[in-house]
């Protein structure tokens, strides 16, 4: 359930304290708490973070596509069009109608793979490039005259519109100079996946299908504070008619046993007309006397992830709706998935560190954290959750992304991640596919 997309947090100062540590070599962490002890592992060079470095691993893409006969085509970021880089799926293109995508990329990936049913019967693929070195891209693209294979007859009856990614989270804020630079924190793969009915005579009997599933994989936790996963989503709350939240053992081969014993929980907060709020409770439970899959020589491969399912639908059947409020809640549910800036993942910590919420850069805190002003000490700039040195604290990444073991700099992980930083984001845009493997897990 892996496909892409993400937004990256992180770092600053030389001087690396241990903050993440086992119940059973308890240190001080979260707002307000210094280490006791300094760090063991070697000091990397720290970059120099540009004042307008956004920290986006990400690349803003419309793509535009336009075919001579009715099809339908499937939109991934890697040349093997697999499931884990699928971006968009079974996309109905009208006739001689240009239908526009907008969708979040890895800003490494250099070119976009568009399948679609070609005339000679078998699958075809076209290459785009993509010059997402700003962050944005344009990409355009008619299919010739006989190159497309009409399926007018035989259209797919849903199309789905994919974000996927990995998001990791350091618990020292405000102050990033007492953090070990781990990112480990919190790892959690997520994926949000937006199902549409594009067969008006199949709405009133299948409408219930279509809807936003989001799923939260707990991969890893690095600390004793962490308490809740957090995503919230600019949305239009007036549109949602029903919710569903089911907590879930995930294991291997797709098996999937709930957990229904209440030592994990979500909330699902639609109560803000604006904002979808959504936290998954009892990540602490997954810390007993040593962090959860983040120490070297202490990982189970193959352990079963915890996972948060939530669907969130509106009016199941949209033919009972005007032509226009009909349009308008396909577009919020297809928009939600598509631009990343909809979505906002952070990390709770414990009661007896405020609670408090530690988002991604550029994201105020939800409504139900009161104490931001006064937790973050004076050390942040204008823009939420950026220091004034511009060091951030949450990391979204491309599926796949492996995080690093406990007490190791992600500088010293991913040796191409200073050069990033420091030509703001043009070089080395794939840095997160070049790691040490001596301090990464191989498998989770």
């Known amino acids: ?35 006791e002890e300094p760090a063991v592992t070697p000091e990397p ?15 803003s893409v419309n793509l535009t596509l336009e075919s001579p006969v009715e099809t339908y085509v499937s939109v991934y970021s890697e040349e093997d069009c697999k499931a884990n880089s699928l971006l968009v799926e079974n996309a109905l293109l009208a006739s001689g109608e240009a239908r526009t995508f907008a969708m979040a990329v890895p800003a490494g990936a250099e070119k976009l793979y568009v399948k679609y049913p070609a005339a000679s019967g078998s699958d075809g693929v076209v290459a785009l490039a993509v010059d997402s070195a700003n962050g944005e891209a344009d990409v355009d693209y008619k299919f010739p005259i006989d190159a497309v294979h009409s399926v007018y007859q035989k259209v797919e009856n849903y199309q789905y519109y994919y974000n996927s990614g990995v998001i990791m989270v350091e618990d020292m804020w405000p102050d990033f100079a007492a953090s070990d630079a781990d990112f480990n924190d919190l790892v959690m793969e997520y994926d949000l996946k937006t199902v549409e009915c594009t067969t008006p005579a199949l709405l009133p009997a299948h409408g219930y299908k279509e809807g936003l599933i989001v799923t939260l994989d707990i991969r890893g936790v690095g600390s004793s504070h962490t308490k809740k996963a957090g995503l919230q989503l600019d949305f239009d709350t007036s549109l949602i008619k029903s919710v569903e939240a089911i907590v879930y053992k995930k294991e291997g081969q797709g098996v999937m046993t709930e957990i229904k014993d209440n030592s994990f929980t979500i909330d699902v907060d639609k109560s803000q007309p604006d904002k979808l709020l959504i936290l998954f409770d009892g990540l602490d439970n997954l810390v007993q006397g040593e962090h959860y899959q983040t120490t070297k020589g202490k990982i189970e491969v193959g352990k079963p992830m915890i996972r948060a399912y939530v669907k969130i639908s509106g009016v199941p059947d949209r033919s009972k709706l005007t032509g226009e409020e ?59 959750y950026c220091s004034k040195n511009n060091d951030v604290w949450v990391l979204r990444l491309p599926v796949g992304t492996p995080h690093v073991y406990d007490r190791v700099s992600i500088f010293s992980a991913y040796p191409d991640l200073k050069a990033w930083i420091e030509s703001n984001g043009t070089q080395k845009r794939n840095w997160y596919k070049n790691y040490d493997h001596d301090l990464v897990p191989r498998y989770w």
């Open 1 to 35: 359930m892996m496909k892409k997309l993400f937004l990256f947090c992180a770092l600053i100062s030389a001087a690396l304290f241990w903050a993440c540590t086992s119940g059973d070599n308890f240190v001080p962490e979260g707002p307000g708490k210094t280490p």
């Open 326 to 384: 009909s349009r308008r809640q396909a577009q919020a549910f297809r928009d939600v998935t598509s631009y990343p800036q909809k979505h906002d993942f952070f990390m709770v910590l414990k009661s007896a560190y405020g609670s408090a919420e530690i988002h991604q850069k550029g994201f105020a805190p939800s409504y139900r954290y009161k104490n931001y002003e006064a937790d973050s000490k004076g050390l942040m700039s204008g823009v939420p």
């Open 45 to 59: 060079e720290v970059p120099v973070v540009p004042a307008g470095f956004g920290w986006s691993t990400e690349a």
